[in-house]
């Protein structure tokens, strides 16, 4: 009998642990996860025209800004950040341009710091008026812009943009000085000149924005190509003697490519250093390895400009495109709520310099006040802890902008607190098409990304409204009233398994949707995000997302349209047909009118299908991930067929993904791409 007891004492036990094991496991399922810490960066959605919820820790040094431009140089909008290895002073080399960039002569102006940034001179002109060189037209000096210095043997060397007033050549070329402030004595010809340089890729001859780099054996000049307003590449040259010759020019990151790359991107200024951008754990195609690199980082030409990426590849390999890689996708700048940033960062990319004495990453960033002035300013962060802790910010600027969490669920709660100046929107049950509304420079969201989903508006006016819109934009209120805080705010979301849905502003409810009839066929939970207006500024402090203890987080479905495949491949829209039918899974596509179609998707995700539409003028796709052929696709069919998955792949090891799209003869439609 104490046998048999104590064999029930100790079933009852293992009953009782094994109950409170499943019960922890529960909890855990359930247990709140705050996207908003800097651990989750990656799992918002960012893209170089839709926008950047960044976690960057970059603040301000008093002061800024440094310059504000003025008429006829209204557009102080580039530069470069010079820490001065051998008297410890500051400098910035500041392009200065008016407004538009031509229309008149440009130039660099140069500022020196001997106190750590707390006061600025201006030290005027890089350049004197004279002696005119290769950049005059015989009647005005020309363009003398953007500069690169770099101190070695005592000395200080320099690469510069130069052009011909009229835009009829210009390039790159070489100066020397015993002092950062110059004078700098320029070499009597040019490094690159436009007019000589052949078309690479067939589209890109025109040098500019460049940085040199000293490396132990030779020099490096890291400049921009352009073919405005698609494709934008980085190229590199190489010289023993920075007098030169010169090697020929090489393009080291382009659009064109069949590996991930963001689009609309413009590299300048580059710098090197060994420390690691990222800490382990952040979404990044690099391996860590203690070397020196060539960074580069890059900025969007988009129209809100609040995109950037950082690109690295080991210094002394750097003129080799397979030693580039991509080590930093976005959450690397944002802009502050304040006047003279409020278009964003506005030429090229922040310029930095990493001291070696503390860690610290000082750099220029160039903006435009509300007037449409430049406005050059100084921030700083530790090179080694690029993130806050918590915290994301979502600017909108000159256009909307927008950002997904990746992962999703059919029942969860959701809450969120955060400060907003202007017009916001939280969206749930999103399931439109992702695209710009042009693949060009200036892009902005396409009118389709503002379909197909349910949400919160907050507008500037005041108030709040509980919205629908339909795959044609029509939008329907569903509810509506005052707000109770402003600006601080916090909104609970929660969504059952049925479709119900629960909303509070502030604390209070105020909407109640009973459960769906039946879900949008075929589609897996639509993604929860943010929507900016154009002129506002975001904050989210906190958001806390609990799934169900039935069903964890899934990956969340997105879908990316037409113009994005044209975006991301640099590709000339007038080489293509929009087509509005409704054998299109969105109701629209394209459809190519020029030989050897290309068009390509670069996405962050694991599984993707490829829609297409099936019919008698279409021929054979040839598709491409990651630089890998897959089986050709046979589009053609006796009579039309509405847009079905074609292809697929599942389970991808990595984050990052190219899918390349051509042709060799016949017309290709392009519809989208599902990623989850």
Not at 8 to 29: E, K, M, P, Y
Not at 470 to 494: C, M, N, Y
Not at 562 to 591: C, K, M, Y
Request: glycine share 8%; proline share 8%.
């Amino acid at each position: 009998m104490k046998r048999i007891a104590s064999t029930i004492v100790a079933s009852a036990t293992i009953g009782l642990i094994v109950a409170q094991a499943a019960a922890a496991a529960a909890d855990r399922a359930i247990r709140s996860i705050d996207f908003a810490e800097s651990s989750h960066v990656d799992d918002w959605l960012r893209h170089p025209v839709f926008g950047d919820p960044s976690f960057d820790a970059f603040e301000r040094l008093p002061g800024n800004p440094i310059l504000r431009g003025a008429a006829p140089l209204a557009w102080p909008v580039n530069g470069s950040f010079f820490l001065d290895p051998a008297s410890g002073n500051w400098y910035l080399y500041v392009g200065e341009y008016v407004a538009g960039y031509f229309g008149g002569p440009s130039r660099c102006e140069v500022f020196r710091s001997e106190d750590k940034g707390k006061h600025w001179r201006n030290l005027g002109k890089i350049f004197p008026d004279a002696p005119l060189l290769f950049e005059s037209d015989g009647k005005s000096p020309g363009h003398l812009p953007d500069v690169s210095v770099v101190y070695f043997d005592h000395r200080y060397h320099m690469v510069y943009d130069w052009g011909k007033a009229d835009q009829s050549d210009g390039g790159i070329a070489y100066a020397l000085s015993d002092r950062p402030e110059g004078p700098f004595h320029r070499d009597p010809e040019p490094i690159q000149r436009q007019s000589r340089q052949e078309k690479l890729l067939n589209k890109y001859n025109r040098p500019y924005a460049a940085t040199l780099l000293r490396r132990q054996k030779d020099w490096l000049v890291l400049g921009m190509m352009d073919a405005p307003p698609f494709g934008w590449a980085m190229y590199a040259t190489t010289a023993t003697d920075p007098h030169g010759p010169w090697s020929k020019a090489t393009i080291v990151r382009h659009p064109e490519a069949n590996a991930f790359h963001p689009p609309l991107m413009e590299f300048f200024p580059a710098f090197a250093t060994s420390e690691p951008p990222s800490p382990p754990g952040g979404r990044t195609t690099a391996v860590r390895e203690p070397q020196i690199y060539a960074y580069a980082p890059a900025t969007s030409v988009a129209r809100n400009r609040n995109f950037q990426c950082l690109f690295r590849a080991s210094l002394e390999h750097a003129e080799d495109p397979a030693a580039w890689e991509l080590v930093r996708h976005g959450s690397l700048w944002h802009s502050e709520d304040v006047e003279h940033e409020s278009f964003g960062i506005w030429g090229q990319t922040f310029s930095g310099s990493v001291d070696p004495a503390d860690g610290a990453f000082r750099v220029l960033f160039p903006a435009r006040d509300s007037a449409g002035n430049g406005t050059i300013n100084v921030a700083v962060r530790d090179w080694a802890r690029p993130f806050r802790p918590h915290g994301f910010v979502l600017s909108g600027h000159q256009g909307r902008s927008a950002t997904f969490l990746l992962k999703t669920a059919d029942a969860l709660r959701v809450r969120t607190t955060f400060r907003l100046r202007g017009s916001a929107r939280l969206m749930w049950d999103y399931r439109a098409p992702l695209e710009p509304n042009t693949p060009t420079s200036d892009a902005t969201l396409a009118d389709a990304m503002l379909t197909r989903h349910q949400g919160l508006d907050l507008p500037a006016t005041g108030g709040w409204r509980v919205i629908a819109i339909d795959g044609s934009g029509k939008q329907t209120v569903l509810a509506g009233g005052e707000r109770i805080v402003e600006p601080a705010s916090s909104i609970a979301f929660e969504r059952s398994a049925d479709g119900s849905t629960r909303l509070s502003l502030d604390d209070r409810p105020i909407w109640h949707e009973d459960a769906k009839a039946e879900r949008e066929k075929g589609n897996a939970p639509g993604a929860i995000g943010w929507l900016i207006e154009p002129q506002s500024h975001l904050f989210v402090s906190t958001f806390e997302v609990t799934p169900s203890a039935a069903a964890g987080l899934e990956p969340a479905t997105l879908w990316y349209g037409g113009n994005e495949a044209l975006l991301d491949a640099a590709e000339d829209p007038g080489r293509w047909q929009t087509v509005q039918s409704e054998r299109f899974h969105f109701g629209h596509g394209l459809i190519s009118r020029a030989a050897e179609p290309f068009a390509k998707w670069s996405v962050i995700g694991h599984h993707l299908a490829l829609w297409s539409p099936r019919g008698p003028g279409y021929g054979t796709l040839l598709i491409t991930l990651d630089g890998t052929p897959a089986a050709p696709i046979d589009l053609h069919a006796d009579h039309d067929i509405p847009s079905a998955p074609v292809w697929r792949a599942k389970e991808l090891s990595g984050d990052f993904h190219a899918v390349v799209l051509h042709a060799k003869v016949a017309p290709i439609p392009v519809d989208c791409l599902e990623v989850k």
